[in-house]
């Protein structure tokens, strides 16, 4: 990948290392975030990505991970997990942080772009989901459950609406219909699992 320049102010100079916007350097999902699949102008183009300065509040993480120090992630660096990110898997935001933390120790251990390709697996998922199932309203609820689901699991909810939506003979139009069976379907599969496909607000 091309080294891309910082869009901000003081950083207009600045070379960005990271090749994998993907990835949050915190170990976020930033593939499967809603903002990332968003069609509108305000589109995240992911974790230090094109014109994330742009679009994105400043990112002490990134500052810390990337500019300073010039690390992909922050399992890179000796230090992590670090006070700034230790808890940082306990409260979500607009998008999920459940896994972030292990997310970056299977990247120590095993490398960043196995993750990578792991990831892939489920962007390809959740585009299927977004394309066929998504009616306008379900983006957030199917990206968080990608985030969430093995793809075993994701992959099992895609035949079972498949099958459903052709043995009723719902019409590939009627959004709203499918929608409802993929996500009933994901609801009741992730309930087996004990996962629970909310957002967390906060330690309670």
């Given at each position: 990948?091309?080294?891309?320049?910082?869009?901000?102010?003081?950083?207009?100079?600045?070379?960005?290392?990271?090749?994998?916007?993907?990835?949050?350097?915190?170990?976020?999902?930033?593939?499967?975030?809603?903002?990332?699949?968003?069609?509108?102008?305000?589109k995240?183009?992911?974790?230090?990505?094109?014109?994330?300065?742009?679009?994105?509040?400043?990112?002490?993480?990134?500052?810390?991970?990337?500019?300073?120090?010039?690390?992909?992630?922050?399992?890179?660096?000796?230090?992590?997990?670090?006070?700034?990110?230790?808890?940082?898997?306990?409260?979500?935001?607009?998008?999920?942080?459940?896994?972030?933390?292990?997310?970056?120790?299977f990247?120590?251990?095993?490398?960043?772009?196995?993750?990578?390709k792991?990831?892939?697996?489920?962007?390809?998922?959740?585009?299927?989901?977004?394309?066929?199932?998504?009616?306008?309203?379900?983006?957030?609820?199917?990206c968080?459950?990608?985030?969430?689901?093995p793809?075993?699991?994701?992959?099992?909810?895609?035949?079972?609406?498949?099958?459903?939506?052709?043995?009723?003979k719902?019409?590939?139009?009627?959004?709203?219909?499918?929608?409802?069976?993929?996500?009933?379907?994901?609801?009741?599969?992730?309930?087996?699992?004990?996962i629970?496909?909310?957002?967390?607000?906060?330690?309670?």
């Amino acid at each position: 990948m091309n080294n891309r320049l910082f869009n901000v102010s003081n950083d207009m100079k600045r070379i960005s290392t990271k090749k994998y916007p993907s990835i949050g350097c915190c170990g976020i999902d930033c593939g499967l975030c809603p903002t990332h699949h968003s069609t509108a102008k305000s589109k995240c183009p992911g974790c230090d990505g094109l014109d994330f300065y742009q679009k994105h509040p400043s990112c002490s993480i990134i500052t810390c991970c990337v500019k300073k120090k010039g690390f992909e992630v922050c399992s890179d660096c000796e230090e992590f997990p670090c006070l700034k990110i230790k808890d940082w898997d306990k409260v979500d935001s607009f998008v999920s942080h459940k896994n972030s933390l292990l997310n970056l120790k299977f990247i120590q251990k095993n490398g960043i772009a196995k993750y990578f390709k792991q990831q892939h697996e489920k962007r390809e998922i959740l585009e299927q989901m977004l394309e066929e199932f998504n009616e306008g309203r379900s983006r957030s609820f199917f990206c968080l459950a990608v985030s969430l689901l093995p793809v075993i699991i994701l992959e099992e909810a895609l035949k079972r609406s498949t099958e459903i939506v052709k043995k009723e003979k719902i019409g590939s139009d009627d959004l709203k219909s499918k929608s409802k069976i993929l996500k009933d379907i994901l609801n009741d599969l992730a309930k087996k699992e004990n996962i629970s496909l909310k957002l967390r607000k906060s330690i309670k």
